[in-house]
């Protein structure tokens, strides 16, 4: 699976539109774009993910570039419940190994 | 719908016992992996389980080993535990190779 580089952490103010930026160059064409945050010793929760075209979900919108080569998560709202680590992962389906790999993420802190 | 349960959340052993961990998967979902995530580092695969086959499993000595039963709960047990084994481990079920989705994890820590 591809490499993917995000900021280690930001800030958003509560009620903002926090956006999460993600470079991953060397994606493939059959690779998609997957996000996941983990709020301290919890499990890591699924949020959205894409191949090409920009999706959104009840928790966030995924906004790919149409070289694919980065993609911003954006939460349009945010809350104190969505202090969290982010991890933005590329990966393809096969029966090879579907292990998901975890970068270090962004920390996003929201604040009052 | 219910999402991956996990039992115990948290589990206390001496070095050198047996831990058992316990995973039950989303309804319809086949396959379920197993992660651990020692304190500051990131998730490490461990096993990958889809119909009741091991299919793939991470860099981790043989006393990690576990299984998948018929109605696709899967338990991963560890032998002769050792300090750095502390960790939370954490399920993930998924529909065949599909979106992965994560239980809350279960708390080890080995004296």
């Known amino acids: 699976d591809a490499k993917t580089t995000q900021p280690p952490s930001m800030d958003c103010a509560e009620g903002r539109a926090a956006n999460l930026p993600c470079n991953h160059s060397t994606i493939s064409g059959n690779e998609y774009v997957y996000w996941y945050r983990q709020i301290h010793s919890q499990g890591p929760q699924y949020i959205i993910h894409g191949l090409k075209n920009n999706e959104t979900n009840e928790m966030a919108s995924l906004i790919i570039t149409e070289d694919r080569k980065s993609s911003t998560l954006i939460l349009p709202h945010a809350t104190l419940r969505d202090t969290a680590v982010y991890y933005c992962i590329v990966r393809v389906y096969n029966n090879a190994g579907n292990m998901l790999t975890f970068g270090g993420g962004t920390r996003l802190m929201v604040k009052p | 719908e219910a999402g991956v349960t996990q039992s115990p959340t948290h589990l206390i052993k001496t070095r050198g016992q047996q831990a058992t961990l316990r995973c039950s998967p989303i309804?319809?979902?086949?396959?379920v992996y197993w992660y651990q995530q020692a304190l500051g580092l990131g998730l490490q695969f461990l096993l990958w389980?889809?119909?009741?086959?091991?299919?793939n499993r991470g860099n981790f000595p043989p006393r990690f080993s576990g299984r998948q039963f018929p109605n696709y709960s899967s338990e991963l047990n560890v032998n002769a535990l050792e300090l750095e084994d502390s960790a939370l481990y954490l399920c993930?079920?998924?529909?065949?190779?599909?979106?992965?989705?994560f239980g809350p994890g279960t708390r080890l820590t080995v004296l």
């Open positions: 993930a079920s998924s529909p065949g190779t599909d979106t992965q989705y």
């Open positions: 389980y889809d119909e009741g086959e091991e299919r």
């Open positions: 309804s319809g979902h086949t396959s």
